[in-house]
């Protein structure tokens, strides 16, 4: 599949998680040319090589997708706690993690803020997830998704590291509406029954800045070893659950309340 010219289907992958209007790019889904850019090479320049690959690779994709977008850049570079910065008028987000990379973009005025998070479906590293639980998540509620989650898929489902990804992504979409941090048990997460997901922000450090949601949709997908979180702020008519097939039977219950 050529960037720029063909879309990725929307049954699979980041796109399928996304609102219409979202661009998508990732890995074994389209294959943008490999496009060393000065500019970018130059952020990562001290880093180690796996890093500069991963940060090279990631904004192959970035571009295919803003290519789809009709808004090329000639390079995306980076702000002060590591975001990228788009285009003016786009919005978008990258992830990789082990053998995947990915970034979808969309226009300003379809969406307001992307987060994607993808992670290897394991386990999380011992004593993570004492860090990423807020008060009012459980281990107990973790089981049950897990469970319900297999059923569905088929295959095991790590809630934890679900979990996990789902505040990933929802940092990813808040940093660029706010420039403020956010703590892992600020942030509650709620799973529904069709592969959608409600994250709840309360901030330690004060309020919610006026304008900015203190809730955000998002959908989750596991497919072939991978985690997929996404987050969209401010789609129209979106509520996780529109672009795409239900993921998770009706009798599912998850976190939901
Ligand atoms: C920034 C962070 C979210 C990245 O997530 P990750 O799972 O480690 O790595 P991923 O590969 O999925 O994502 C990395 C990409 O996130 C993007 N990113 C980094 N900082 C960002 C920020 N402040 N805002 C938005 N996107 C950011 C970058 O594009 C980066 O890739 P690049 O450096 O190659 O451009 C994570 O490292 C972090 O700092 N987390 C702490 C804050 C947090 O998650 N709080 C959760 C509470 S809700």
């Given at each position: ?15 399928a ?18 496009r ?13 090589g ?6 090279a690779e ?6 295919a997708a803003?290519?789809?977008l ?8 980076r ?10 008028g786009?919005?978008?987000?990258i992830?990789?993690c082990?053998?995947?990379r990915?970034?979808?973009?969309g226009?300003e005025g379809d969406v307001r803020?992307l987060?994607i998070?993808?992670e290897q479906?394991e386990?999380?590293?011992?004593g993570v ?10 281990r107990?509620e973790l089981?049950?998704l897990?469970?319900?989650a297999?059923?569905?898929?088929g295959?095991p489902?790590?809630?934890e590291r679900?979990?996990f ?16 941090w956010l703590d892992?048990?600020e942030v ?10 409600a994250a ?12 900015v ?5 998002g959908?989750?997908?596991?497919e ?5 979180t996404?987050?969209a702020?401010g789609?129209?008519?979106?509520d996780g659950?529109s672009?795409?097939?239900?993921q998770?039977?009706?009798?599912a219950?998850?976190?939901?309340r």
């Amino acid at each position: 599949m050529t960037p720029g010219q063909d879309r990725p289907p929307r049954h699979s992958g980041f796109a399928a998680l996304l609102p219409h209007g979202v661009e998508v790019s990732e890995t074994g889904i389209d294959f943008p040319p490999a496009r060393p850019n000065a500019q970018e090479e130059a952020l990562v320049r001290e880093a180690v090589g796996k890093r500069r690959r991963e940060f090279a690779e990631g904004r192959e994709y970035a571009h295919a997708a803003l290519l789809r977008l009709g808004r090329p850049a000639n390079a995306i570079l980076r702000g002060e706690r590591g975001e990228p910065l788009w285009p003016e008028g786009v919005v978008g987000s990258i992830t990789h993690c082990e053998g995947h990379r990915a970034a979808a973009v969309g226009l300003e005025g379809d969406v307001r803020s992307l987060g994607i998070d993808v992670e290897q479906n394991e386990p999380l590293p011992e004593g993570v997830l004492e860090i990423v639980l807020a008060a009012d998540e459980s281990r107990e509620e973790l089981a049950a998704l897990g469970e319900a989650a297999r059923r569905r898929t088929g295959h095991p489902v790590s809630a934890e590291r679900l979990l996990f990804s789902a505040k990933e992504s929802v940092y990813k979409a808040w940093f660029p509406l706010t420039g403020l941090w956010l703590d892992f048990h600020e942030v509650t997460v709620r799973f529904g029954e069709d592969g959608t997901f409600a994250a709840r922000i309360r901030r330690d450090a004060g309020p919610i800045p006026e304008g900015v949601p203190g809730q955000m949709r998002g959908a989750w997908s596991a497919e072939a070893g991978l985690l997929r979180t996404a987050v969209a702020v401010g789609a129209q008519d979106w509520d996780g659950a529109s672009s795409r097939p239900s993921q998770l039977t009706r009798d599912a219950r998850f976190f939901h309340r």
